[in-house]
């Protein structure tokens, strides 16, 4: 079985662009998690979604939004970036709002 | 607010010798889960730890949990140059949903 799968793998943008990251999750599980990992510290948690709708946010700013759509996938999207927001972007799924969580390989985005 | 602290941050060890890894809690969690983190990797699931005095062991590896003191160790046997990694604790509350709460991870190199 096909666990939680993330695109693109790499991505290199310059600030004050857009950038949209994609998360498919494990069949079958409805919820949806993204982290943000800074090199060198543990992930970061941004929002976390089920049955598409959005059901905790951490402390980041508004650039910084997302949707799950009816197939259970999700988007994250953040707009002017920033230098800072160069990381790795975990995607994590779960069958329900509580319980383990799976993660993805992750995205990482370098911006310039 | 849940916070998690992890030490040590950095461990050098040479293979064969014993060491413990100390992860504590701020407020009382439901789930405490350790992962192993390869450098540009994302995270693998280690052990889920549910109630106080779980003990889980794989390999080389044996997590353990205390929820009264809201303590976990993750003590390595007979270490070997395989086990060098990055090793997180993480902790949900079910009131937050599956949200993670990490420690700032522990650097592990594993010296032949």
């Known amino acids: 079985d096909a666990g939680v799968t993330q695109s693109p793998t790499h991505l290199i943008k310059t600030r004050g662009q857009h950038v949209t990251l994609r998360c498919s999750p494990i069949?079958?599980?409805?919820?949806v998690s993204w982290y943000q990992q800074v090199l060198g510290q543990g992930p970061q948690f941004i929002f976390q979604?089920?049955?598409?709708?959005?059901?905790g946010r951490g402390n980041f700013p508004d650039r910084f939004s997302a949707r799950q759509f009816p197939n259970y996938s999700s988007e994250l999207n953040v707009n002017a970036l920033l230098l800072g927001d160069s990381a790795l972007y975990l995607c994590?799924?779960?069958?329900?709002?509580?319980?383990?969580?799976?993660f993805g390989p992750g995205t990482r985005l370098t911006v310039l | 607010e849940l916070k998690v602290e992890q030490n040590p941050l950095f461990l050098s060890m040479q293979e064969g010798k014993n060491y413990t890894i100390y992860c504590n809690y701020s407020?009382?969690?439901?789930?405490l889960y350790w992962y192993r983190q390869d450098p540009g990797k994302s995270l693998e699931s280690l052990f889920v730890?549910?109630?106080?005095?779980a003990v889980k062991q794989e390999g080389r590896l044996m997590a353990s949990l205390d929820t009264k003191a809201r303590l976990s160790t993750l003590h390595i046997t007979a270490a070997v140059h395989d086990l060098s990694a990055t090793y997180f604790c993480?902790?949900?509350?079910?009131?937050?949903?599956?949200?993670?709460?990490f420690g700032e991870g522990t650097q592990l190199t594993v010296n032949p």
């Open positions: 994590a799924s779960s069958l329900y709002w509580v319980g383990e969580q799976f």
């Open positions: 069949s079958g599980h409805k919820s």
């Open positions: 979604y089920y049955e598409k709708e959005e059901r």
């Open positions: 407020t009382t969690s439901d789930r």
């Open positions: 730890l549910l109630s106080n005095g």
């Open positions: 993480a902790v949900d509350k079910e009131t937050s949903g599956s949200r993670l709460t």
